[in-house]
């Protein structure tokens, strides 16, 4: 009994999991689509900014508990990269937003309930011959909903993984080390891939693990858009429409 339990509660969780995520296709105009794509590959002199430690982490953190540095990653998943942020959580902004502006109202108007925009952060990959994920991360400790936009089809696939970070389990230190030590033991299982897809956005928890991977073949780079996105009301969860009833609907003004 106990067995048949466990494979009904493992399916269970299984099936809950694979529910908690959006696809919107085709989610801009070709011809703003058209050129988002020619500033984020060199055009207009955007800029990209070098990350020389591992693309996964925001540069400038220094996360250790006791001895240990909670963000160093085995070397077959640790990638250099370029990013720009749009917008970083303490409400700074780039000088180079507005152009992102109409991108970033087509994420707000996914949610049929008020959020505020958390982080919105350019992601560059180029080919470096790796065939491997990068390091298996969360963008934020506080919950959120994570979006990632394509700008172009690419190959290096964005996974998905069954592990979650648990707010319960402990502080935020002990909750990077615990997921450090996943990563280092070989513990993280896929749960989905996720293919670049021009103009494609999806839609997942913020506290699911995940982790990019770098274009391989043909494809010299993959440029992605990472969205945080935080409700005004905690109970809001866009994954469970039962807790947005109560919206009806009127317009939702973000």
């Not at 466990?6 to 801009?28: E, G, P």
């Not at 220094?62 to 990013?83: K, Q, W």
């Not at 299982?189 to 990019?212: C, D, M, W």
Request: hydrophobic share 35%.
């Amino acid at each position: 009994i106990e067995y048949h339990y466990h494979l009904i509660y493992t399916h269970f969780l299984i099936s809950y999991v694979m529910t908690k995520f959006i696809q919107r296709d085709n989610l801009l105009t070709p011809a703003y689509l058209s050129r988002l794509q020619q500033m984020v590959s060199g055009m207009n002199g955007f800029p990209w900014y070098f990350i020389s430690t591992d693309v996964s982490y925001p540069p400038g953190d220094n996360f250790i508990f006791g001895d240990v540095a909670l963000m160093d990653c085995p070397d077959e998943e640790a990638t250099i990269g370029f990013t720009h942020v749009l917008l970083d959580q303490n409400g700074q902004e780039s000088p180079w937003l507005h152009h992102f502006n109409a991108l970033v109202d087509h994420v707000l108007d996914q949610f049929p309930f008020p959020v505020k925009m958390l982080r919105v952060r350019l992601s560059l990959l180029v080919n470096n011959g790796k065939d491997h994920h990068n390091a298996a991360h969360t963008d934020h400790e506080d919950p959120h909903t994570t979006g990632l936009f394509y700008f172009e089809d690419a190959t290096g696939n964005t996974h998905l993984f069954e592990q979650f970070d648990d707010p319960n389990y402990g502080t935020v230190d002990e909750r990077w080390l615990k997921g450090k030590n996943m990563m280092l033991n070989h513990e993280y299982t896929v749960n989905r891939l996720i293919k670049p897809e021009a103009n494609k956005l999806v839609l997942f928890p913020g506290n699911q693990y995940h982790a990019s991977s770098t274009p391989t073949g043909k494809s010299k780079y993959r440029v992605t858009c990472n969205f945080n996105v935080v409700p005004l009301n905690d109970k809001h969860d866009i994954f469970d429409p039962t807790t947005y009833e109560d919206i009806g609907n009127e317009a939702v003004v973000h």
